[in-house]
């Protein structure tokens, strides 16, 4: 019997209250540094050494995730139970990537297979643009591949193609280069269509209800600028959505790939919204690696030990940091300037699965959930915000990921040493730094240390190990999700927002009054001020 | 008398701990939304309606800002004090954008005339650059200039470029394409190098010091890659630094343009580390608007009353919310995509200055200081972490910035109204949804409300307007750091992490032990761990 409870319910989470905080660099010893490190999927290790727990710390966290039944509830939600309570949906990103558990029928359709055919329809589609069996409208081969969509749809796709461009170009199976637009602010999108040729140019429309207003903007535009260019929008976009969509089976696209209401935004770059544009342009041996990766991940993640699970360790251990030490933030820091836009993901993936103050049945709940997630890839972050994190008054407990070899094979010396030696010796005498400090009779030359850290290490990034990590932080937020006793799946705090901006655009556009005396005061008064100014 | 103390002797300080907070959605009305706007330079009006304070409050921070002397501290360090006390140096970023009051004399020298004098070299060079009267040693005009930094010599000049790039091509100023290299990581210039034609390619080297390492490790690559394309290095390379530096004077550059240690990294975009790149990029008449739009904001921030100052107004705002309501992370959300890169700037500019725990004198002091800050541009973050900022369980204080027209001319109407109505109607919905919020009986759907923001919106982003938000940041830092009684211009929290690296990297790549047996057994557990997992 799974029980669905809430966080301060918890017996174990009583007994962590009431455990002392440790000391962290009193305890750190060489067995601890050279025990402390959980073997996980596609070669990487997560080290835990620096993190802000001790050995009763950590059976007590171990007590916690029984307590709240975590594996359990990944089973169910695996194996299709009604995760998503509010919206009433299957949460199965999982099963892109592979079967996990028992099959998942719904109304008679087993849908491992309907993701699984839908996966090989975009492969052959990615097989025949490479191969220029399908040409543009102006019978050239396809060189440019852009998508067009915003939040999931855009920011892990973008991150994972810009993860691998140059691990793919060193392969030898970089074909198209791909582009990503975005915003509304159409600067976004005509950056993108200064510097391509349209002639040669794919789109990928990505937009699961087939209604979002950015992306729909950006198709009006894009199609506007094929046509001018005399090519035949038809011939130039695909659509990726969903299967009731007003985008589906439309004639007015080259081809369609339909993903369902079981796989979030921010949970799909395993499905047709990140395949289509990595399988094109990186080729699909490259995204079937990809989902591999995380596949075997999946499958880590139902480890029952807690020291053998790298997944349910992290996340056990950002509760712990959160609503046990009470740090808000949590800093990612990749040693690789491939993952620069790794973090940008992070942020919707966690920010928005578990920025809730509601539990899973809609009831208020009374301690912190889901931290602010910010970052940017080291050694640049060290050159910038690492003065916050080493003498700043805050704690902010740190996520770093590092390789040992670089991408692409060139690498130089210079003063003895490689740059990739010279970025992890920045990376592991950063974490040591952290933690351990120094003391100075000069006090604005002394470190405080005891700022905890903790590392995924790899030999180096290629598609098999962005699976992986893509996997690692999908199943650590939704470990915390269990644990907070959240939904982590729906996002109902973007509605407001969205119904306010129709009713401003309305008032803007076609100076109509909303039905609010202070936006309709606000909105006069934001154009009237500005405009006084002249110009 | 200026007297410089800490925050918590400050008798307003104590004032305002005992008086009550604001309930930001009662306190609102159309007067205040219509009236709180304070005109600002290069015609930005800065909004502090939706700000958690209301008049009582505002008249303790204008006593606070009076009893810290913060415009006279302003006065000092334009006029040469030693404000950076650690280092024993002056603070002068302000007169490279021009003088402000009495001059600067340093051994006889104006350093106001040395500024201006190095403005002008580099407006001189740019200018033979872009009309082709300096060739590259393959006899061809360049058509890409490639900065080589990190940190301040990154950022700034980073987020800055992108920032006009899209206006300096629409007004017909854009010649020289611009690219950054920045990590040590082989893989960042490997990118950029792979995207350019190194015939047509000046590189701008940026380091004061001359010894960076990972600036150095980049120029190594990019001599090398010169050198095997059959180029001449030095008639490729200029390079930007002090005059003491081992890269002055020295003929291995094609010219050299120098900075002093008065301007600090990440005040540097108004110096030759911004304008060399920007200049020869986009004409040195689009630095000299940025120069000027700065020293109009510059010029504003000695305006006395409170009220008529903007960033006094948005400085003391932010102590109050981190100090009083005790809020760790402030959001910066700029609705256009061209300050892409603006945030991460200001993650340096802020956390770098003001993420201290000793005041000036070096001295513990015993309250918060420099918040974390964070964001992306809108309206993507809505699709992003904006469901955290909505209905997560911490308040997080909001910085929108906004534009009512686009960079490019061209924008498209779909649905009945342009893209940039959409991104405007969108930044003034949200500004609203966060500080009204929404009631529902389902309280999954329902919205708390009192999330508070400020707004910098101005017409459009020129460079007149960049240089207005550059110094609006600095000026907002500057004066904080005078509320916590810290050195804003010094970073000794970075000089850990660089000593022990050499040790790592000693040990990494010849095998030497460092002197610490912590650091050993993670070197030695880092590299096995993953090795020990072949291939």
Redesign the interface.
């Known amino acids: 019997m799974v029980l669905f409870k809430n966080l301060d319910t918890c017996q174990a989470f009583e007994v962590l209250k009431k455990m002392p905080a440790i000391e962290l660099r009193e305890s ?3 067995e601890r ?3 402390w ?1 959980i ?1 996980h999927a596609a ?1 990487f ?1 997560y ?1 835990y ?1 620096f993190a802000p727990v001790d050995d009763a710390i950590i059976d007590e966290l171990e007590a916690l995730a029984r307590e709240q039944q975590l594996i359990e509830k990944y089973r169910m939600l695996t194996e299709g139970a009604i995760i998503n309570t ?1 919206e009433k949906r299957m949460v199965l990103h999982h099963l892109a990537r592979g079967q996990l558990g028992k099959p998942v029928i719904l109304n008679g359709q087993d849908l491992e297979v309907f993701y699984r055919e839908e996966k090989h329809r975009f492969y052959d589609f990615a097989k025949k643009i490479r191969e220029g069996k399908i040409l543009s409208s102006a019978d050239k081969a396809f060189t440019e591949i852009v998508q067009i969509g ?3 749809s ?2 892990g796709p973008r991150a994972a193609s810009l993860a691998i ?2 691990w793919a ?1 060193a392969k030898g199976r970089a074909r198209l280069r791909p582009w990503f637009i ?7 999108a ?2 993108v269509l ?1 510097n391509i040729d349209l002639s040669k140019s794919l789109f990928v429309l990505v937009s699961k209800s087939g209604t979002t ?2 992306t ?2 950006n198709e ?2 894009v199609r ?1 600028r094929l046509q001018r260019a005399g090519l035949n929008p038809d011939k130039h976009i695909v659509a990726v959505t969903s299967t009731s969509s007003p985008l589906a089976h439309n004639p007015h696209y080259l081809d369609s790939f339909y993903i369902d209401d079981f796989i979030g ?1 921010r949970y799909s770059t395993s499905s047709a919204v990140g395949g289509v544009i990595i399988s094109t342009a990186y080729g699909p041996e490259t995204f079937e690696e990809f989902l591999e990766g995380a596949n075997e991940a999946d499958r880590l993640a139902f480890e029952p030990s807690f020291r053998k699970n790298p997944m349910l360790m992290d996340a056990l251990i950002g509760i712990y940091e959160r609503n046990i030490l009470g740090w ?2 949590t800093a990612v820091l990749p ?4 993952l620069s836009r790794f973090p ?1 993901h992070l ?2 993936l966690d ?2 699965s ?5 539990n899973r049945e ?4 009374s ?4 931290p ?3 970052g ?5 972050g ?13 704690t ?1 407990p740190l996520q770093f990921i590092g390789f ?1 070899r ?3 094979s ?3 010396i ?13 990376l ?6 952290f933690a ?3 003391k100075d009779e ?4 002394a ?2 240390g005891n700022r905890p850290s903790t ?1 995924l ?3 180096e990034l290629g598609p098999r190990q962005l699976g992986a990590l893509y996997s690692h932080f999908e199943n650590k937020v939704m470990f915390q999700g269990f644990v907070w006793n959240l ?1 982590s799946f ?8 969205k119904v ?6 309305n ?4 100076g109509e009054s909303t039905d ?4 309709d ?7 009237s ?3 006084n ?3």
Chains 1, 2 share one sequence.
């Open positions: 750190l010893k060489k540094i050279s025990d490190w073997p070669g290790y080290c050494a509010s915003i939040g999931g855009d920011l461009s140059r170009a975005s915003n509304v602010d159409p600067d976004d005509d950056y200064a207003q950015e729909l903007a009006t535009l506007d935004g808000p933030a040693y690789t300037e491939s940008a942020q919707q920010m928005e578990n920025g809730k103050s509601v809609g009831h208020p709940i301690y912190s959930t889901g602010l997630v910010f940017e890839p080291g050694t640049n060290q050159h910038s915000f690492y003065q916050f994190l080493h003498q700043g008054t805050d902010i040992l670089n991408q692409l060139q690498d130089m210079s003063e003895g040493s490689s740059s990739r030696q010279k970025l992890l010796a920045n592991i005498a950063q974490i040591h730094a351990v400090g120094k000069n006090l604005n030359k470190f405080p590392l290490l790899a030999q939904n729906d996002q109902e705090g973007v509605q407001l927002g306010l901006a129709k009713k401003a655009l008032a803007i556009s076609k609010d005396e202070l936006l005061a606000f909105i006069v008064s934001a154009l001020a500005v405009k100014h002249g110009d």
